[in-house]
């Protein structure tokens, strides 16, 4: 079965310009969570939704990161005026909500490079 | 602040031997995920341990809770090549969702 999509695989932008990082979850999974994993780091929390709401948005490290899920489906991570810091693999989630057994589903991430 | 440990970072062993990951995390917490992430890829899902005293087993991989010591376990018995990975333990606080990860411990399993 399909599991999380995430787009583009890779990613390369200047500093200074705006990415915009896809996240399709698994069919059926309400949450839906993003991660930062720097190189030789494990991932660190950024955000998590559940339906369209956001429940929770304090791993973003600033406001230049902003995360949508209009439809409670796809969701869209946007980072503006990016920084050389921000260069990481991000990486989405998705879970059954109420379903304590059951993991997080990780797709293969996006790997961003800010020059 | 809730802080996840692994020992060790980096774990060389050769294959058919036994050696156990340790996971020690700082807050109460009743929810710990196992992962493995092969290089350039994503994490695949190990385990799901949900209670104190938790064990559970697949194949030459075995883990464990304790939540009174705050510690998880991870023994690999009779090693072999294609164990070589990352593996990385996760908590959940209080049922936020929230996965907190540990440090990671690389292990290269040498034939």
């Keep these: 079965g399909a599991g999380v999509s995430q787009s583009p695989r890779y990613k390369v932008a200047k500093r200074g310009q705006d990415v915009a990082l896809r996240c399709d979850p698994i069919s059926g999974h309400v949450s839906l969570f993003w991660y930062q994993q720097a190189l030789g780091q494990g991932p660190e929390f950024l955000t998590y939704f559940q339906n369209e709401a956001q429940l929770d948005k304090s791993g973003l490290p600033s406001d230049r990161f902003f995360a949508e899920r209009p439809e409670g489906s796809v969701s869209t991570l ?10 990481a693999v991000y990486l989405c989630a ?7 057994n059951q993991p997080q589903h990780f797709g293969d991430g996006t790997r961003l490079s800010i020059l | 602040e809730l802080k996840v440990e692994q020992n060790p970072l980096f774990l ?6 036994n050696y156990t990951i340790y996971c020690n995390y700082s807050t109460t917490s009743d929810r710990l995920y196992w992962y493995r992430q092969d290089p350039g890829k994503s994490l695949e899902s190990l385990f799901v341990l949900l209670s104190n005293g938790a064990v559970k087993q697949e194949g030459r991989l075995m883990a464990s809770l304790d939540t009174k010591a705050r510690l998880s376990t991870l023994h690999i018995t009779a090693a072999v090549h294609d164990l070589s990975a990352t593996y990385f333990c996760a908590v959940d606080i209080d049922a936020t969702n929230k996965l907190i990860f540990g440090t990671g411990t690389l292990l290269a399993v040498q034939p």
């Excluded at chain 1, 998705?94 to 304590?100: C, H, I, Q, R, W």
């Excluded at chain 2, 060389?12 to 031997?17: C, H, L, N, R, T």
């Design chain 2, 12 to 17: 060389s062993m050769q294959e058919g031997k």
């Design chain 1, 94 to 100: 998705s879970s059954l909500v109420g379903v304590s």
């Design chain 1, 78 to 87: 946007k980072i503006q005026r990016t920084q050389q810091e921000d260069s």
